[in-house]
């Protein structure tokens, strides 16, 4: 009986490298310095994103500001006055067709026009393996040991993780 009581419990798993406290391989790099290359991952991801970001937006926002650049040319006292003249309602015209090609559809005047935009964006190809090398690299400058792209990697999901972790405990304190 003793010994189908053992066999129906799992067996506690062991840590790579023995049994007793400290046996193993050393990690290279303290859980502070993994967390630390994770967060320069994260930040350098972040400013390629926010630059992704401003490029979409100019993008969709180019032709609309070329047109609006026409009115801030005209002097504020002849504003009025550039309204009223045939210039005036060719600029209106081309900032709603403008307007409208922003938001993606024609608009009926009796419905509101949205208030929003959405604008998707995607990292530039190889951004990834871009942020790999370049974090690998200053850390071992940085540091004297070098750590491979993939010990990067590790690291990072480790941060990203840990990221949606808080957000998911932020969110649920949030509904209580």
């Given at each position: 009986?003793?010994?189908?009581?053992?066999?129906?419990?799992?067996?506690?798993?062991?840590?790579?490298?023995?049994a007793r406290e400290g046996?193993?391989?050393?990690?290279?790099?303290?859980?502070?310095?993994?967390?630390?290359?994770?967060?320069?991952?994260?930040?350098?991801?972040?400013?390629?994103?926010?630059?992704?970001?401003?490029?979409?937006?100019?993008?969709?926002l180019s032709d609309y500001?070329?047109?609006?650049?026409?009115?801030?040319?005209?002097?504020?006292?002849?504003?009025?006055?550039?309204?009223?003249?045939?210039?005036?309602?060719?600029?209106?015209?081309?900032?709603?067709?403008?307007?409208?090609?922003?938001?993606?559809?024609?608009?009926?005047?009796?419905?509101?026009?949205?208030?929003?935009?959405?604008?998707?964006?995607?990292?530039?190809?190889?951004?990834?393996?871009?942020?790999?090398?370049?974090?690998?690299?200053?850390?071992?400058?940085?540091?004297?040991?070098?750590?491979?792209?993939?010990?990067?990697?590790?690291?990072?999901?480790?941060?990203?993780?840990?990221?949606?972790?808080?957000?998911?405990?932020?969110?649920?304190?949030?509904?209580?």
């Amino acid at each position: 009986m003793d010994d189908e009581a053992a066999d129906e419990q799992p067996r506690p798993r062991v840590k790579h490298g023995g049994a007793r406290e400290g046996a193993g391989r050393p990690r290279k790099l303290s859980e502070f310095e993994r967390f630390e290359v994770g967060a320069a991952c994260e930040a350098a991801y972040m400013d390629i994103m926010e630059q992704a970001k401003n490029t979409a937006i100019e993008n969709v926002l180019s032709d609309y500001l070329e047109v609006q650049a026409r009115a801030v040319r005209v002097p504020v006292q002849d504003r009025r006055k550039f309204l009223r003249s045939e210039d005036g309602r060719q600029y209106r015209a081309d900032i709603k067709e403008e307007v409208r090609a922003i938001v993606g559809f024609g608009f009926d005047r009796r419905l509101n026009p949205p208030r929003g935009v959405h604008v998707t964006f995607k990292p530039p190809p190889g951004t990834m393996r871009q942020i790999l090398g370049a974090v690998s690299s200053d850390w071992s400058l940085r540091t004297g040991r070098i750590i491979s792209e993939s010990t990067v990697r590790d690291c990072w999901k480790e941060v990203r993780n840990l990221r949606d972790e808080l957000m998911r405990e932020s969110q649920e304190s949030a509904k209580t």
